[in-house]
């Protein structure tokens, strides 16, 4: 007669259930459980966590784009607006290095308005608002339509106390842009400009459902 095989699997053999535990005592393996092995809790995610991934994300995709002014933007507002993120934020400070270790060499001479914007951002994290405006003013009259530098020279100015130049310059970067309205709705450097009316219509207003801009891919 031949012998009788023992169940097994990929992790080895099965070991039998123990006969002298009763039926109902047993761990339930549904997620239901049962009166005596309730259901385990899953922990829900942090209150901002879905939004602060989104922002490190969008971070990402313009560093990746080299857009390294607007990706320093975004990562840094990852560590200010989410402090409790403490995982997320070892990744962001690798990539805000890279930024740095990108653009600081042109730093000292920018040539172009990304440049300059870049430029502007280490005057502003250093403190030295007139410089970061003379590189703003300049970046915005060589390329109008670049909507982070109209941003970030609405935020120096607010910084400065020129409210009445900075709202249109605001409004204009997120005409530009609707994911400017995004960041000006929790920026603490345009918190003054948040008086305005303008600026609050604007910061109410629900940006446009994006498109995918990807090409179909050709079926042969």
């Given at each position: 007669m031949a012998k009788?095989?023992?169940?097994?699997?990929?992790?080895?053999?099965?070991?039998?259930?123990?006969?002298s535990v009763a039926p109902d005592a047993r761990p339930h393996q549904r997620n239901g459980g049962s009166a005596q092995n309730p259901p385990v809790a899953v922990p829900l995610p942090r209150a901002g966590h879905v939004e602060a991934v989104a922002l490190y994300e969008e971070g990402l995709a313009a560093l990746q784009a080299h857009e390294f002014a607007r990706a320093s933007t975004l990562l840094r507002s990852v560590v200010t607006r989410y402090p409790e993120e403490r995982e997320l934020h070892e990744r962001v400070r690798l990539y805000l290095n890279v930024c740095e270790r990108h653009m600081a060499p042109r730093a000292a001479s920018p040539s172009?308005?990304?440049?300059?914007?870049?430029?502007?951002?280490?005057a502003v994290n250093a403190g030295n608002y007139d410089e970061a405006l003379d590189h703003l003013r300049t970046?915005?009259?060589?390329?109008?339509?670049?909507?982070?530098?109209?941003?970030?020279?609405?935020?120096?100015?607010?910084?400065?106390?020129?409210?009445?130049?900075?709202?249109?310059?605001?409004?204009?970067?997120?005409e530009l842009n609707p994911d400017n309205r995004t960041l000006a709705r929790h920026d603490p450097d345009l918190e003054p400009l948040r008086e305005f009316d303008s600026?609050?219509?604007?910061?109410?207003?629900?940006?446009?459902?994006?498109?995918?801009?990807?090409?179909?891919?050709?079926?042969?």
């Open positions: 009788q095989r023992r169940a097994s699997s990929r992790f080895g053999r099965v070991k039998p259930a123990d006969p172009t308005p990304e440049e300059r914007v870049f430029a502007a951002t280490l970046a915005s009259s060589e390329a109008p339509d670049h909507d982070h530098a109209l941003y970030m020279l609405a935020a120096v100015l607010a910084l400065r106390d020129a409210l009445d130049e900075a709202v249109p310059l605001l409004l204009r970067a997120i600026v609050r219509a604007a910061l109410e207003a629900i940006n446009p459902p994006k498109t995918d801009r990807r090409k179909p891919l050709r079926r042969r």
